[in-house]
């Protein structure tokens, strides 16, 4: 078993703070209008409009104790921000925050496709915090989730 010096810690800690890359870098916050099909790693500021409950499930075995055996709770709710607006789909612990009228911070967001529309979700890799509440307005007639997209192959002929 192997110790890490404190040395060793304090100059990766120096070497950070040199400018070297392995640092955090400052999020790039996008706008809902350019959100595209099939992306992922987004950050964005969004106002809650609505939010629906879709499905809450009780656990299947109430005895057998563990993460898994917890209710399980899916919310589709509309998000925007000046630009569009979006559906979020928001799992477990996520639909306590995703109110009408909260805002919110979106992080590493993807886009999931369903039916053939763009849906945004952010899974166990990113994050949602509760922000101070926004001082823009909504657009709610720019609806991203109502385009429908369809999946084509183009064949080469040669």
């Known amino acids: 078993m192997a110790t890490k010096s404190p ?8 070497g950070a703070a040199a400018g070297n890359k ?17 992306t992922n790693g987004h950050t964005l500021i969004v106002k809650v409009v609505n939010s629906n409950t879709v499905l809450n499930k009780k656990p299947r075995n109430p005895t057998f104790r563990g993460p898994q055996n917890q209710n399980t709770r899916i919310a589709e709710c509309l998000v925007g921000d000046e630009t569009g607006t979006i ?17 919110v911070i979106l992080r590493n967001a993807k886009i999931d496709m369903f039916k053939g529309s763009m ?23 720019n609806n991203l989730s109502l385009v429908e997209y369809e999946l084509v192959n183009v064949v080469e002929e040669s």
Request: proline share 5%; charged share 30%.
């Open 22 to 38: 392995t640092g955090l870098r400052k999020p790039v916050f996008v706008k809902v209008d350019a959100l595209k099909p099939g």
């Open 7 to 14: 040395t060793t810690t304090t100059q990766q800690q120096q």
């Open 119 to 141: 849906r945004l979700a952010v899974d166990k890799w990113g994050r949602i915090e509760a922000a101070e509440p926004a001082k823009f307005v909504v657009k709610e007639d």
């Open 87 to 103: 559906l979020f789909t928001a799992r477990n612990e996520q639909v306590e925050l995703m109110k009408a009228g909260n805002t």
